[in-house]
Nanobody, 121 residues
């Protein structure tokens, strides 16, 4: 089994910062891309940022320049540093990772259960 466990969400005032973490655990042979997605009430889940195993990053236009994605391959962990937060950043943030297990030839996408982020006064 493979699990992704997010942490770091919470309530923050506009203009504030939060750091999300997501640790992958279980039967893991390799991890390719990792990323963060978010879903606000009434909206579809959307891409926030992704990072490859080599460190190449991609951001949604709405967060570019304010959020930074990084990863620690030794810890199988991906981070999302969020700064200059806005009320429209309020959502449940989900971790995603493309993981290959030792007993499989191909990897597949796994999702965490999400961590809520609320930006409000």
């Amino acid at each position: 089994q493979v699990q992704l466990l997010e942490s770091g969400g919470g309530l923050v005032q506009p203009g504030g910062s939060l750091r999300l973490s997501c640790a992958a655990s279980g039967s893991i042979f390799s991890i390719n891309a990792m990323g963060w997605y978010r879903q606000a009430p009434g909206n579809e889940r959307e891409l926030v940022a992704t990072i490859t195993s080599g460190g190449s990053t991609n951001y949604a236009d709405s967060v570019n320049g304010r959020f930074t994605i990084s990863r620690d391959n030794a810890k199988n962990t991906v981070y999302l540093q969020m700064s200059s937060l806005k009320p429209e950043d309020t959502a449940v943030y989900y971790c995603n990772a493309h993981i290959r297990r030792p007993d499989t030839y191909y990897g597949r996408n796994y999702w965490g259960k999400g961590t809520p982020v609320t930006v409000s006064t």
